[in-house]
């Protein structure tokens, strides 16, 4: 069973859900979700949320990237370059 975090943007969010159990069922990956249904976060907040997604990250055998119609974001970008810096593989939902 591959332990696998999703990344994606917020904009997503209820794609990501649908993905998740997808990959869940049909898989059988272990998905561990990042998504939020939080008001506007601060600096602090969002800082937090990024050292505690990259140690979903490091618990992780994958990240499941949510690229729908190709976007990736900044931060989703900074997190495909922190798995690939801790030989993470790196599973793209499109080509």
């Known amino acids: 069973m591959k332990v696998v975090t999703i990344c994606g943007s ?6 990501m859900k649908q993905i998740a159990s997808n990959l869940e ?5 272990c998905v561990i979700q990042c998504v939020y249904d939080l008001p506007i976060l ?4 969002l800082e937090q949320i ?14 499941y990237v949510v690229n729908i ?6 931060s989703v970008k900074r997190e495909i370059a922190y798995a690939k810096s ?3 593989e ?3 939902h499109e080509e």
């Open 90 to 92: 790196i599973i793209y």
């Open 42 to 45: 601060n600096t602090n907040q």
């Open 69 to 74: 119609n190709g976007y990736i974001g900044e």
């Open 86 to 88: 801790h030989s993470k």
């Open 50 to 63: 990024a050292k505690l997604h990259k140690k979903k990250i490091d618990i992780s055998d994958a990240i």
């Open 25 to 29: 069922l049909e898989k059988n990956y």
């Open 10 to 15: 917020m904009k997503f969010a209820e794609e």
